[in-house]
């Protein structure tokens, strides 16, 4: 299964999960109308998640900018693809707010909202699988030398 289908997969969980429930009546204020491509915005909060799920000296070691990444991965899919996507970060964004800011990832781990748990988790594999999926990510992987 292609990284980008394994996120899509949990963002499609995600949205049933949050058409089944009102998640305390703040869904509707954070309702969201999302464009099909990655704006500024959306990237900077990509990268600032990003820059809390993965450490620094390996993001300036290998010069990968997440943000972009992701807008590269979305490209490849459907315009369906890149519209859940886009509104799932726009919502995210939004949450972020509640669960400190660009650490929503992190925090979300410890609410007592499924969903909002399931929005952590899918956060930190959209960025995880943008970082690892690009090639200059294996320098940082020690492959040990054959033995004779």
Not at 52 to 73: E, F, K, S, Y
Not at 93 to 108: D, F, H, P, T, W
């Amino acid at each position: 299964m292609e990284p980008l289908e394994e996120i899509l997969q949990e963002i499609n969980s995600f949205e049933t999960q949050l058409s089944r429930r009102s998640f305390l009546g703040a869904a509707l204020l954070i309702a969201v109308a999302a464009d099909v491509s990655l704006g500024k915005d959306d990237k900077r909060f990509i990268d600032a998640v990003a820059g809390t799920l993965i450490p620094a000296t390996a993001l300036q070691t290998t010069g990968i900018n997440v943000g972009q990444n992701v807008d590269r991965l979305l490209q490849s899919g459907s315009a369906d693809h890149r519209r859940k996507v886009t509104r799932f970060l726009a919502w995210s964004q939004r949450a972020s707010i509640l669960y400190g800011g660009e650490k929503v990832a992190l925090n979300a781990r410890g609410s007592r909202f499924m969903l909002v748990r399931k929005m952590g988790r899918t956060l930190s594999s959209l960025c995880l699988i943008a970082f690892w999926a690009d090639e200059r990510a294996l320098a940082l992987i020690d492959v040990p030398e054959e033995r004779m």
